[in-house]
């Protein structure tokens, strides 16, 4: 599967994003999909995550509460609606797909077999 992910930008601390990705190749629906990011020196970490079917979320423990990970299966896209943007929220954000995965896993980059180019989302104090 294809992934390309779009949306990010420049943003004041206190703003909102709305991050798409786009899929293409296979059927969406077979796949769990998350959003990792990266900051610049760091290394890439969990950030959401969404089953297959959409009824099942997960979130990393800096982002619970300020962004929602959401996808509609009919569009083959997941979303990342950030609100109450940090400055330690800068990073790339990618997003990736799973064939299979398990709940336990679902935050760990390895479970992925897709990933998307990235979008960089920079949050200004």
């Known amino acids: 599967v294809q992934l390309q992910a779009f949306g990010g930008g420049l943003v004041q601390a206190g703003g909102s994003l709305r991050l798409s990705c786009a899929a293409s190749g296979r059927t969406f629906r077979n796949y769990d999909m998350a959003w990792f990011r990266q900051a610049p020196g760091k290394e890439r970490e969990f950030a959401a995550a969404?089953?297959?079917?959409?009824?099942?979320?997960v979130y990393a423990d800096s982002v619970k509460g300020r962004f929602t990970i959401s996808r509609d299966n009919a569009k083959s896209t997941v979303y990342l609606q950030m609100n109450s943007l940090k400055p330690d929220d800068t990073a790339v954000y990618y997003c990736?797909?799973?064939?299979?995965?398990?709940?336990?896993?679902?935050?760990?980059?390895?479970?992925?077999?897709?990933w998307g180019q990235g979008t960089l989302v920079t949050v200004s104090s």
């Open positions: 990736a797909a799973a064939s299979r995965t398990i709940y336990s896993t679902l935050a760990v980059p390895s479970s992925y077999d897709y």
């Open positions: 969404i089953r297959k079917n959409g009824a099942t979320t």
